[in-house]
């Protein structure tokens, strides 16, 4: 059986007040980890907001040199304005990876949590204290937003191992 080939993986976790970040990165001594949050300037226009996320994310890709970026794709319920809001952050993303020509994976917040947590509807803390414990870490990854886009980058990680996995059994 051959396992793919080392992965780095940017995740991002989209929002216009606060955008998480993370890479990971395969090595030979396991999976290394970075995070951050980008806080785009309050009370400026949506596209002002939008250009400073994809400017900083742009930085970050020019720095890090992920494969791929996975993005957690908006859930709301009810509140039309928090998802349009969202939607668009997750397009600033799609528009930094694509200046880099950098393949995007949607993922939905159910999903991340059960594939790095075993449980769909963890709580936001109990992801992050599952990080700490996978990653090594003497504290959970903070802030949360980080935590998340930690979470959606180790989500793609694993799934990329399992189809590799899948399909070497094939």
């Not at 990971?24 to 970075?34: P, R, S």
């Not at 002002?48 to 400017?55: A, K, Y």
């Not at 803390?125 to 003497?138: D, V």
Request: net charge negative; charged share 20%; glycine share 8%.
């Amino acid at each position: 059986m051959s396992l793919p080939p080392p992965l780095r993986v940017l995740g991002v976790d989209p929002g216009l007040h606060a955008t998480g970040w993370a890479v990971i990165a395969e090595g030979e001594d396991g999976v290394a980890a970075q995070w951050g949050v980008i806080h785009p300037t309050r009370n400026t226009p949506v596209a002002r907001r939008l250009g400073e996320i994809v400017d900083a994310l742009d930085v970050t890709i020019s720095s890090q040199r992920p494969h791929v970026v996975a993005v957690e794709r908006p859930f709301v319920k009810e509140n039309i304005r928090a998802a349009m809001a969202l939607g668009q952050a997750q397009a600033a993303a799609f528009i930094a990876a694509a200046r880099y020509n950098l393949d995007v994976a949607e993922y939905a917040p159910r999903e991340v949590k059960r594939i790095v947590s075993g449980d769909g509807g963890a709580e936001k803390e109990a992801m992050a204290e599952s990080l700490r414990l996978e990653f090594g870490l003497l504290q959970a990854p903070e802030p949360l937003d980080a935590a998340d886009a930690l979470a959606v980058a180790y989500c793609h990680l694993l799934s990329q191992r399992l189809d590799a996995l899948i399909a070497s059994q094939a």
